[in-house]
């Protein structure tokens, strides 16, 4: 199955829905999820010679912003939903 990559239009159609104020974020690394900043946008070339966009975090300590939440780690399948166990009654101590 060919992997085709997202293009500059189409994170633009994307975004477009959303309020323009709304803080934009990144969410990487599925096995461990967390937030970050996004603080820069650039534009270089790949090793084919062809045009790439970076979307880049910046280098401050509080660019990492924490676990990603989990509802958004769900709705990217990088995690299953989890139910909490089901409770058992409490133990009382000297009641038989």
Request: no cysteine; proline share 10%.
């Amino acid at each position: 199955m060919a992997h085709t990559e997202t293009t500059v239009g189409d994170l633009v159609d994307q975004l477009s829905a959303h309020d323009r104020s709304t803080p934009l974020r990144l969410a990487m690394n599925p096995f461990f999820p967390m937030a970050h900043r996004l603080e820069q946008v650039i534009q270089a070339v790949d090793e084919t010679g062809r045009p790439v966009v970076y979307l880049a975090e910046g280098r401050d300590a509080d660019t990492q912003l924490g676990h990603l939440p989990p509802e958004v780690a769900v709705a990217l399948t990088w995690q299953t939903p989890v139910q909490a166990p089901p409770r058992r009654p409490r133990r009382r101590v000297g009641v038989k």
